[in-house]
């Protein structure tokens, strides 16, 4: 539901967005201009950019946050078009607030800013400081005024959701082998953060980012085991019964999975349908907000995220977002493509389906 009425939608993530030193101001608004003309109504972005980045992964000489607690306004301006740009479009926004990976600067950022390198970044969940500068840093974008629009944040509609980081779990079997309960330590965290964000903004949807691993499912098969049975120290049960989570979300991506072309459809009973009926027993929406394939996964990217689309609808999801569809030319030759290339058909079909719904 949203402003009281049935709300079904696809898009894309665009995580790049958010960075002056990856995009112009120029290619936002080109972004969203295509992306409206291609159907999309909503984008999810990382709403952060922390440190510099460099080596292994992108370098970021103008970040948002340069040191914990330490912000530069050109960053913050960026989100400001960021909004801008997307209500002139109509499109709403998914706003990532910080990653378990090291892509624009992670968790183990956090805890190496505090603690030093070489400690374990599962502390990010529960150290003080760490949930302290967390906590500072989106209450300062929920409490910023856009330079451009004069809305705060805390009002601005063009936002659907504050997701609370992407992709929280912890390192294989972290929990397991200290002899903890396997998803409690990110559940923890979900609910204390949820509960604090939904008492400072009480206007937005809060998401977890999650990828859907299970803590108590069914292990018995090829790939069940490390999915459902507390591998990745997140208990997708628990995470979406929690009051503060308002919705749920997956990301699928078979191929990263290590699951064959051939057995692919493995995912549409075993994930999808399964976590599509564990949020609709706790009264949630859920939305596949990533999936996508390397290219010569299939045969066919369209074919395949048609499959996939047709597997999330039946199941009734509120969402999908692809990872990731650009507006200018561009083809990574893995997960990222445009519009000119295969994959825009099932796109365009997935745009019309459920913007029809709405």
């Known amino acids: ?23 112009s101001d120029d290619q936002v608004r080109t972004f969203f201009q295509v992306q409206s003309a291609n159907g999309v109504r909503v984008v999810r972005f990382w709403g952060f950019v922390n440190g510099y ?77 760490a949930m302290q500068y967390y906590r500072h840093y989106v209450s300062t974008l929920v409490y910023r005024t856009n330079t451009y629009t004069g809305t705060q944040y805390k009002y601005d509609a063009t936002i659907l959701s504050w997701e609370l980081l992407n992709e929280p779990h912890t390192t294989d079997n972290y929990e397991k082998n200290r002899g903890l309960q396997p998803g409690k330590i990110v559940r923890d965290w979900l609910d204390e953060m949820s509960t604090w964000l939904k008492g400072i903004d009480s206007n937005h949807l809060i998401s977890s980012g999650e990828e859907g691993y299970r803590a108590d499912g069914d ?105 990731q569809v650009y507006a200018w030319d561009y083809n990574d030759g893995q997960y990222d493509f445009n519009y000119q290339m295969d994959g825009a058909q099932a796109m365009w079909n997935q745009y019309g389906y459920m913007n029809s719904k709405s």
């Open 1 to 23: 539901m949203l402003d009281g009425k049935q709300f079904y939608f696809a898009g894309t993530n665009a995580f790049y967005l958010g960075s002056t030193d990856v995009t």
């Open 53 to 129: 980045g460099g080596g292994s992964v992108t370098s970021t000489p103008h970040p948002i946050q340069s040191s914990v607690g330490h912000y530069n306004e050109a960053g913050f301006k960026r989100i400001d078009l960021i909004l801008s740009e997307a209500a002139k479009q109509d499109i709403k926004v998914i706003v990532t607030l910080a990653n378990f990976e090291p892509q624009f600067g992670g968790i183990q950022w956090y805890v190496d800013q505090i603690l030093g390198t070489g400690q374990d970044r599962e502390l990010f969940y529960t150290n003080s400081q």
């Open 219 to 323: 292990t018995s098969g090829n790939y069940a085991n490390w999915i459902n049975g507390g591998y990745k120290g997140v208990d997708f049960v628990g995470d979406i019964n929690l009051p503060h989570i308002d919705f749920a979300t997956v990301h699928v991506y078979p191929d990263n999975w290590g699951i064959p072309a051939s057995e692919f459809e493995w995912v549409r009973s075993n994930v999808i349908a399964d976590r599509a009926s564990i949020a609709h027993a706790a009264g949630k929406p859920i939305i596949m907000e990533e999936s996508g394939m390397k290219t010569g996964y299939v045969g066919s990217r369209s074919s395949f995220l048609g499959d996939m689309y047709q597997w999330a609808n039946e199941n009734n999801y509120a969402g999908t977002l692809v990872w």
